[in-house]
């Protein structure tokens, strides 16, 4: 994983240090809010519902055992309320679809001292808010996956390097979101950003990228369109600045729900294209310059492997190994580009905690884990689990005691109880419903193992409100709060892809009705399960049936539950 110079400790650390003036003279009255609030934001803190939120950046997924130590101590002794509801309390973190840790309750007057603690683990929230260019994200197999083309962390790395404080890019019109690939299988979700990145080689075998700009979720669902088919990779940030420039000067600054980059691509189509490779070709005559060889070496030479050679590999499973052992095995075991290693998922989806949630004491044994079988070093995954790269085939079984014990062994990833969430109206401000009770009722329902791998792979998407931090649009089953008439409720939609290999071309979820009650809708997944099951051909998945199917059949389906809801209230 990256290491730290000492330019970017230093950075890192004036930084905090320059956060903490700004809010003592804030808290001294010197500072008024909304000269204070853009310079919070820039550093990852958000006021949410009850308290101050802060978001932390682990840049590409990738942290180490001491960093997710430190990520434990500010949870440990910062985000804690002495009474409450388990989300009230706090003492935990919760990981995103995007890379960044957040937590809930900290007090704003304790946040320079996080920051000056983050800071010593190589840690921050810099550009994790705002209207800037955000954490770059990717594949949290980056660099160990089988199909991968070329490791997308040296270019990620370039790209935090060139956009952090950027002074033309630090007050778009809307927050701008960067995700790249460098494997043939996209697991970086490009299609759904502001700006989608895919490495590839040409017919000569140079590197370079497939430019994707506009995707995006919210009340408008947009999947990106490709702007240029191969940008050789020395000119990757001129192109870049060439997008962001065009829109920065087009963008909508009066409206903000059409302030995103994703409407101005949809409102000019070709001739946003135009503008963009104009913008570029300008550039390029006034001297911009390309990224060296040596530049990239750099950054690359900090990237280095804990190991080099392949290792013994795993004998043959014995016929009598316990069931949940071969199950986890197959689903929380996965394929390594290394002979003898394999990536191994830290299941975070467990009975009686949210998606994503991680308490101080957990994120402690994770970090145990991972300097015990992963060279000390875990990714954060885009469906809120925590992955152990390095771990050698032969101490898999080991791994599973231990992982068990500790709670990270749940044999269900890709699976319906292996769902995306996120933390809904029981802390965010913007939520209009909560999404956390409606994931548990839901787990609660399912939590029979061997019903769960009967049904196969689902994926399951719930988002408290149109900011769709929880992916909805992406679920082969999404769920989504909306606001009725002062009441929650929530809208489902069916077969979303992420544009993985899997799930086939990025798309949004079909609505199949009106909204449903939030006691419904454990029925009316329930429902769309069952009608899987009776009406499945040999080998479809959920998603499959539900494609073949169409949208009609489940509506029906769907609302059968309301009547029968409707009847049971008469």
Request: with cysteine.
């Amino acid at each position: 994983m990256y290491q730290y110079t000492d330019f970017d400790r230093q950075f890192i650390r004036a930084r905090a240090a320059q956060y903490r003036d700004q809010l003592e003279r804030h808290l001294a009255g010197q500072l008024p809010d909304e000269l204070f609030r853009p310079l919070r934001l820039q550093n990852g803190w958000y006021v949410q519902r009850h308290a101050p939120m802060a978001r932390i950046a682990v840049p590409y997924g990738e942290l180490s055992s001491r960093q997710l130590r430190a990520l434990a101590r500010v949870a440990r002794e910062f985000d804690l309320q002495d009474a409450g509801t388990p989300a009230e309390r706090g003492g935990f973190g919760h990981f995103t679809t995007r890379h960044n840790c957040q937590f809930n309750w900290i007090p704003l007057e304790r946040s320079a001292d996080v920051m000056e603690l983050l800071a010593e683990a190589d840690l921050h929230g810099v550009q994790t808010s705002g209207n800037c260019i955000r954490n770059v994200t990717t594949d949290a197999l980056a660099g160990i996956a089988p199909d991968e083309i070329v490791d997308p962390r040296p270019y990620a790395e370039l790209l935090r390097q060139w956009s952090t404080l950027h002074p033309e890019f630090a007050f778009l019109p809307r927050k701008f979101k960067v995700a790249i690939t460098g494997a043939t299988d996209d697991r970086a979700v490009i299609a759904w950003h502001d700006v989608g990145l895919q490495l590839l080689r040409d017919e000569r075998g140079d590197v370079g990228f497939r430019v994707l700009v506009g995707g995006g979720m919210g009340r408008t669902p947009v999947i990106a369109t490709e702007v240029a088919a191969f940008v050789p990779w020395q000119r990757i940030l001129v192109f870049l600045e060439a997008v962001v420039r065009v829109y920065n000067l087009h963008g909508r600054r009066d409206n903000l729900y059409k302030a995103r980059i994703k409407i101005l691509v949809k409102a000019l189509g070709e001739q946003f294209i135009r503008e963009v490779h104009a913008e570029y070709e300008a550039l390029l005559a006034d001297g911009a310059p390309e990224l060296p060889q040596a530049e990239l070496d750099r950054v690359a030479a900090h990237f280095v492997a804990p190991v080099s050679e392949a290792a013994p590999a795993l004998h043959a499973v014995d016929a009598d190994a316990p069931k949940a052992y071969t199950r986890w095995l197959e689903r929380n075991v996965h394929a390594h580009r290394l002979a003898g290693y394999r990536a191994v998922t830290l299941s975070l989806k467990r009975a009686g905690q949210a998606p994503g949630d991680v308490t101080a004491d957990q994120m402690d044994r994770a970090a145990e884990l991972a300097e015990r079988f992963s060279h000390g070093e875990l990714r954060v995954t885009h469906d809120q689990n925590l992955l152990l790269p390095w771990v050698a085939e032969h101490e898999l079984r080991a791994l599973w005691l231990a992982a068990r014990e500790d709670g990270f062994a749940t044999p269900n990833i890709g699976l319906l109880t292996d769902m995306i969430a996120c933390p809904g109206g029981d802390l965010c401000s913007l939520a209009n419903a909560r999404s956390l009770p409606v994931a548990a009722a839901i787990r609660e329902r399912f939590e029979d193992l061997d019903a769960l791998y009967d049904l196969g792979d689902i994926d399951l998407h719930i988002s408290g409100c149109m900011n769709s931090c929880g992916h909805h649009h992406t679920g082969h089953i999404g769920i989504l709060g909306v606001d009725k008439d002062g009441s929650e409720w929530f809208q489902v939609t069916v077969a979303g892809s992420d544009g993985s290999l899997a799930n086939g071309p990025a798309a949004a979820g079909k609505v199949i009705g009106p909204s449903f009650a939030a006691d419904e809708v454990p029925d009316v997944v329930e429902a769309l399960v069952e009608l899987y099951r009776a009406e499945r051909q040999a080998g479809e998945r959920f998603v499959d049936t539900v494609r073949r199917l169409g949208v009609a059949p489940l509506r029906a389906a769907a609302d059968a539950v309301r009547r029968s809801t409707a009847a049971a209230e008469a």
